[in-house]
């Protein structure tokens, strides 16, 4: 039997009719399920190209059913990952404040309609199941660990009227312990308290990393004020309080340095979450005496937390969902559909989630890399594993993609941007060339999983570690040698790779081991900073040209940068994403004098501007579907002393992924050149 679980919204890529709040909305996601086992899985940003997307999630739920060969017909079940009722309160309120609406939208039929508009068939509305957001969290979790039984604890921001979960898993069988209400929202606590360190949605993890750089005791009596430990694993929290803050702490405007003080408030609030958290699970520790703990909700991602409850000895084994975020509730929301259908979950303990896209054959790839050749220069390695070590070890920098891509927000060895982990600059270097971040922030390390021990210091009972989720510590006289990877305080968070689970990445680990010694590499996401981790070929090679970047290897393919010609640009295929609108306007600078305005919008934060020239603003205006640069260029009387300022700006655009552009489909074989070392037009913007 195929069920179909999904999480997301209700508004189609280019489209906000039904904006409901996004934080319930966000990381939409599709995985198919047969008999109670994976088939595919995948988050909607990888294939829309929106960061957290909170849009319906056609893309990968087309996906999920070609990857089976399956029809939306085909599938038994298609379920949503909160209950009908949350979503119809939502809708109600909505429909509330939104004068424009006619008719009262019910969940149902917006999710049926949706389907047969997107897949151009009839949908029985019986077959749609809205289930538990946290009992989703909560089996997407126990499934995967491979425990018969085990306390299974749910926790994020909010959904269903709740923040939180404790069930006690036996087999299939879940059972509720005890809930917390959104009062009690240890994601909300977090989330409002780094509002004054310049932090909103979904930079929590960066305020995680802050954390080590401060003193916890500065702003712990501040922040005692805000909970309350209470007997049998209870508490409370006074939401209402946080803003006393305002005494205490200067509040750090987006752009502005961060002061010892910022640090030190990161530090408390990181103190606080993990002493609310321990000490709800040492209770339900002993009442339950279970000895097994799996985790999953999005406070679950906070690896910090997690390696304090792993080195804590409260559990013999401790497994975090490594989709612990609403992307995996798609994943549980299949599971309990599937369980409810005579189908329980039939995952056993799971060792990967290579569950995305695949990069295709020999064949492909070259084809998808050769139709960049005035861009690229590549070449077949007979020994892609060793030739990529040695480029590492020499100091290269690599975009690796291989195989099928993962599920979540890790890359674990498939889309990674890769380097030596010894030398401390590689952490600037990185961040100079691709990243954009804040500095202070740590790279994750990648080891061999059969020598991570001789370079953390793990506890006795902990196992393979194979989802990056535990801040772990880095051995005392590793951390200098390790320079790259260890943080400020001497952690670092973990990957072990095995042989078994992605041959491919261990022979690389392995091939760097037996040229340096050191069994480790840095591992971080491939992406920029304003797109999601590469999924396709082609994403991965634009990152790649508008990075600094050194290679890029796909497959057994290495491929270098070239100094592209102006003929090369001007045959790009243009297009624009479908979620970017364009704008130009008339209004008021003061009350004396208009101006004019040529800007990119988006479909997706309804804040974002980005200002472009009236002259490029009127030529893509023009485009409808997809033509060559070259044709947009000469089809509107430009000038040939206008094009390179306007090649300029497309490739700013490109670089912030607000256009698109792309090689023709067959492109006229270039005469090979050297690789580039002068700026392109889109590496300039970078």
Known sequence: MLVLGFSGGFNLVHE???????????????????????????????LNRIKHSSKFPTRSMRFCLEQRGARIQDVERIAFYATEKYCNTLLSRLYMSRPEMKTLPDARSLVRGLLEQEFQC???????????????????????????????????????????LVVRASGSTLTELESYPQSKSLGVLYQDVIQFLGYGAFDEYKVMGLAPYGNAATFRSVLKGFYELRPNGGYELFLDRIPTLLGHVEIRKKGMPFTQQHM??????????????LHILRHQREATGERNLCLAGGVAHNCTMNGKVLYSGLFDNVYVQPAAHDAGCALGAALLASQEAGHPPRMGAQDHVYWGSDIGDDAAIARELESWRGFLSVRKSADVARDTAALMAKGGVVGWVQGRSEFGPRALGNRSILADPRPAENKDRINQMVKKREGYRPFAPSALEEDARNFFDLPEHAGALPFMIFVVKVREDKRALLGAITHVDGTARLQTVSREQNPRYWALINAFKEITGVPVLLNTSFNNNVEPIVDSVQDAVVSFLTTKLNHLVVGDYIAEKVTPTTEDW???????????????????????????????????????????????????????????????????????????????????????????????????AASPRPAADSKSFAGSHT
């Open 16 to 46: 906000n009719p039904y904006e409901v709040p996004r934080a319930f909305t966000h990381d939409g996601a599709s995985v198919l399920v047969e008999d109670g086992r994976v088939v595919a899985a995948i988050e909607e940003e990888r």
């Open 264 to 277: 030190d408030l990161a530090a408390s609030l990181q103190e606080v979450l993990e002493d609310i958290v």
């Open 570 to 668: 001007l045959a790009l295929r243009v297009s624009l994403p479908s979620y970017v609108s364009l704008h130009h306007s008339k209004s008021f600078a003061d009350p004396e004098h208009m101006v004019v305005r040529s800007e990119i919008r988006t479909s997706y934060d309804a804040r974002f501007r980005f200002p472009l020239s009236d002259k490029l603003c009127a030529l893509l205006m023009t485009l409808d579907g997809e033509t060559s640069v070259g044709e947009l260029l000469r089809e509107h009387g430009v000038k040939a002393e206008q094009e390179p300022a306007l090649l300029e700006e497309l490739g700013e655009l490109w670089a912030q992924r607000l256009v698109r552009l792309s090689p023709t489909a067959t492109r006229r």
């Open 122 to 164: 009839d949908i029985d509305p019986d077959r749609i199941m809205f289930v538990r957001h946290h009992m989703a969290h909560a089996i997407s979790a126990h499934a995967m660990s491979g425990y018969d039984k085990s306390l299974v604890l749910a926790i994020d921001g909010y959904g269903d009227f709740l923040s939180g």
